[in-house]
């Protein structure tokens, strides 16, 4: 069993930065991969950004040279620094994990709850 908790999400004004947050706790003993996914209503869930436990990440492409994605190993937790935000990025962005538990015979693909961010021009 593995929780996500998300914080970071809110109001910010067109150029402005937000950083998002993803804790995760269970018996975790190693993370294939952390990252963010977003979803407009209406409209299926993308994918943000990524980044694998060797340390290579992948972005979309509008996020490109504005959002980084990062990871604290020792708190199993995932960021998401956002800059120079848009009105387009207004979405509920959700945590993703892709994890193995303790034994080594759990594979675990969990989502976050998601939080809003709303970018205003």
């Known amino acids: 069993q593995v929780q996500l908790v998300e914080s970071g999400g809110g109001l910010v004004q067109t150029g402005g930065s937000l950083r998002l947050s993803c804790a995760a706790s269970?018996?975790?003993?190693?993370?294939?991969?952390m990252g963010w996914y977003r979803q407009a209503p209406g409209k299926q869930r993308e994918l943000v950004a990524m980044?694998?436990?060797?340390?290579?990440?992948n972005y979309e492409d509008s996020v490109k040279g504005r959002f980084t994605i990062s990871r604290d190993n020792a708190k199993n937790t995932v960021y998401l620094q956002m800059n120079s935000l848009k009105p387009e990025d207004t979405e509920v962005y959700y945590c993703y994990v892709d994890l193995w538990l303790i034994g080594g015979s759990q594979r675990v693909r969990s989502w976050g709850q998601g939080t809003q961010v709303t970018v205003s021009s």
């Open positions: 269970g018996n975790i003993v190693r993370f294939n991969a």
């Open positions: 980044i694998y436990s060797g340390g290579n990440t």
